[in-house]
């Protein structure tokens, strides 16, 4: 008997049975009959809760940010005191394997080149976070500098190029976040202390 009722429930089910196709068999295989067969629902079951293939993507890039953002708030608190904070947290949720899944990223950013308008939750996000790095670094373009080589370790991970073993990329994630809490590293130039 197939599923047809809408509710968080039935939406999570549908949302894990994508990720189980795009884990198993690559994001340009992510097609809602393939969902729909994983799932146990039926078609219309599933365009019922998500009615279009964007729709879905939607779906897993909200439940992604959902899922990273609490993550990225508990880093930040953690480090509230200390010099940017919201970057810091930022960084530490880019090296966090287990709360951001390279398959549904891949998938997310697959569809994302295709309808660049899927991404515009996240663009908001990131927008936000621009916003709280700009106003908590001393020196905002090195903060920038930082979260941008933060992302290109990441994506790097992502599109699985990286040029260096596992272990480097760990290496070099926490030199980043050394300076991201270095304060003589954070002084801008034009304000250098005199020795």
Not at 91 to 97: A, G, L, Q, S
Not at 170 to 187: C, G, P, S, W, Y
Request: aromatic share 4%; glycine share 4%.
């Amino acid at each position: 008997m197939s599923k047809r009722k809408s509710s968080p429930d039935s939406r999570n089910a549908i949302l894990d049975a994508a990720q189980q196709v795009v884990a198993r068999e690559g994001a340009a295989n992510l097609t809602l009959d393939a969902v729909a067969k994983e799932s146990g629902f039926s078609k219309g079951g599933l365009l019922y809760n998500f009615p279009s293939k964007e729709a879905l993507i939607q779906g897993m890039l909200q439940r992604l940010i959902d899922s990273v953002e609490p993550k990225m708030q508990a880093f930040r608190d953690e480090v509230a005191s200390e010099l940017n904070p919201t970057l810091q947290a930022m960084i530490e949720c880019v090296r966090c394997e287990e709360i951001i899944d390279r398959n549904i990223s891949m998938a997310i950013l697959a569809a994302g080149a295709q309808n660049p308008q899927l991404l515009d939750p996240l663009r908001n996000l990131y927008k936000e976070h621009y916003q709280s790095i700009q106003q908590e670094s001393p020196d905002p373009d090195l903060a920038m500098l930082l979260w941008a080589a933060a992302d290109g370790l990441m994506f790097m991970s992502l599109l699985n190029i990286e040029p260096f073993p596992a272990d480097k990329a760990d290496h070099l994630m926490d030199r980043l976040l050394q300076l991201a809490k270095d304060e003589q590293i954070n002084t801008p130039c034009n304000e250098q202390p005199v020795s």
